[in-house]
C-alpha cells in the first residue's frame, strides 16, 4: 500500500509532525491498519474510505488505535485538498463527525470534536508528577490540573518555567501504565509564554511513542481546558512544540466564548521526501 507521508504543522517548510494518510476504496481490517501503522513508524497513520458526502476515518498509532488525531487531520486535510481541491471536507470518525478544510497545498484547517475537562483525582496527578520527576511546587496555579478532551482525552499540566519543561523526561513503561489506566492519549506538559503563546511537550507512551513532536488533539482540548477555567488570555493563540526535538512545529489555535463547542486548529504541511 502506498502511504502518503506527510509532516502537519510544520514551521516555514520545516519540522512537524510526520503522519501517514493512506486512501482505500475499503476500510482494511484493524490487524491490516495497526501493521501498516507499525511498519511506517509515525505516531498516528491515518485511513480513508470515500462514503458518498463523507470521508470515513480511522487512526492508528503503532501501538493501538486512537479515536481522533488532530496532526493526522491537518495532514489528511492537505492530501485532499491535493487530490480534490480546496474547500471544506466532512469527516465521519469512531465517536463523532467533524471537518478539516483545505487551503491550498501547504495548510489545513480541522474544526475538532466538542470540548470538555473535568478536574483529575490528586493521588493519580501525584504518581504522574513523580514519574516525571515534578512536584507541584513546578506547576503555575493559574492553571488547574485537569482532564482534558477535544475526542481524545490527555492530561493538562502547565509550568512555572521553560527550563522544566526543556528537561522533561520520563519512565516509558511506568507511565504508559498510567496513561492506560485513565485511558489517556497524551500528557501535555506546557509553559504559558505570554496570553498568546505556549509552548508545549506531549508524552505519547500510550501509543508506542515516547514523545509526539506537534499534537493537534491536544492544542483542541487545551482551547476546551482554558475556555472552561475561564482564562483571560486570547482565544486566538499559538502553540510551539518540538523545539525540544529539532523538529519544530506552530499550531494556531481559535475558540468562541460557548463551552464545549469545536475548537479551529490550523497548520502547514510539507512533504516528507525518503532519503
Known amino acids: 500500500m502506498n502511504v502518503l507521508k506527510l509532516a502537519a504543522f510544520s514551521q516555514d517548510g520545516k519540522g512537524g509532525n510526520p503522519a501517514g494518510v493512506a486512501f482505500y476504496d475499503a476500510m482494511p481490517g484493524d490487524d491490516e491498519m495497526l501493521k501498516i501503522?507499525?511498519?511506517i513508524g509515525?505516531?498516528?497513520?491515518?485511513f480513508l474510505v470515500k462514503q458518498n458526502d463523507f470521508w470515513r476515518v480511522r487512526y492508528f498509532a503503532p501501538a493501538m488505535e486512537v479515536p481522533f488525531c488532530g496532526h493526522a487531520t491537518i495532514a489528511l486535510g492537505a492530501a485532499l485538498g491535493e487530490r480534490f481541491g480546496e474547500g471544506t471536507y466532512k469527516l465521519i470518525l469512531n465517536d463523532s463527525q467533524i471537518s478539516v478544510r483545505a487551503e491550498g497545498r501547504a495548510m489545513s484547517t480541522l474544526q475538532s470534536p466538542e470540548t470538555n475537562s473535568e478536574d483529575a483525582p490528586k493521588d493519580y496527578v501525584d504518581k504522574i508528577l513523580a514519574s516525571f520527576s515534578l512536584t507541584v511546587d513546578d506547576l503555575n496555579k493559574n492553571f488547574p490540573v485537569r482532564f482534558a478532551s477535544a475526542g481524545a482525552k490527555h492530561l493538562i499540566l502547565v509550568l512555572k518555567d521553560r527550563k522544566t519543561l526543556t528537561e522533561m523526561k520520563y519512565p516509558?513503561?511506568?507511565?504508559?501504565?498510567?496513561?492506560n489506566k485513565m485511558r489517556?492519549?497524551?500528557?501535555?506538559?506546557?509553559w504559558n509564554e505570554s496570553d498568546e503563546v505556549f509552548h508545549s511537550r506531549n508524552a505519547f507512551a500510550s501509543g508506542g511513542v515516547y514523545e509526539d513532536p506537534a499534537t493537534g488533539a491536544a492544542a483542541a482540548a487545551l482551547a476546551g481546558y482554558l475556555r472552561d477555567i475561564g482564562w483571560k488570555g486570547k482565544n486566538e493563540f499559538t502553540i510551539l512544540q518540538g523545539e525540544d526535538m529539532g523538529a519544530p512545529s506552530r499550531l494556531l489555535v481559535k475558540y468562541g466564548p460557548k463551552i464545549g463547542e469545536s475548537v479551529s486548529v490550523s497548520g502547514e504541511v510539507r512533504h516528507i521526501l525518503d532519503d
Open 37 to 39: 501503522a507499525k511498519d
Open 42 to 46: 509515525y505516531s498516528e497513520t491515518a
Open 172 to 179: 516509558f513503561d511506568e507511565v504508559k501504565a498510567l496513561m
Open 184 to 190: 489517556l492519549v497524551t500528557i501535555s506538559l506546557l
